[in-house]
């Protein structure tokens, strides 16, 4: 399988938690960077948080503080920690590997903030 596969999302209230899981093929995973994008009703896809293979990460300003993105190489799985949770972070998350094998998405996981 070469597409990403997402999981963990759900409906959370405001101030949870949640953990995001993206597991992709090997051959893909090791050289590529791993990133999550989300997509809210109206909005365009935006950056959240991204991993490269060499472990340096970057994060959206509005999630820097609150979201923590990692990777197990073993597992071939990268990780989107979320913390404190609003309901601004109500959107659809997209797994994205970007590398020498070229771009793969992910077909998303919602995840909804809400009372």
């Known amino acids: 399988q070469v597409q990403p596969v997402e999981s963990g999302g759900g409906l959370v209230q405001p101030g949870g938690s949640l953990r995001l899981s993206c597991a992709a093929s090997?051959?893909?995973?090791?050289?590529?960077?791993m990133g999550w994008y989300r997509q809210a009703p109206g909005k365009q896809r935006e950056l959240v948080a991204r991993i490269t293979s060499g472990g340096s990460t970057n994060y959206a300003d509005s999630v820097k503080g609150r979201f923590t993105i990692s990777r197990d190489n073993g597992k071939m799985t990268v990780y989107l920690q979320m913390n404190s949770l609003k309901p601004e972070d109500t959107a659809v998350y997209y797994c994205k590997a970007d590398g020498p094998q070229g771009i793969y998405w992910g077909r998303g996981t919602q995840v909804t903030v809400s009372s």
């Open positions: 090997g051959s893909i995973f090791r050289l590529s960077a």
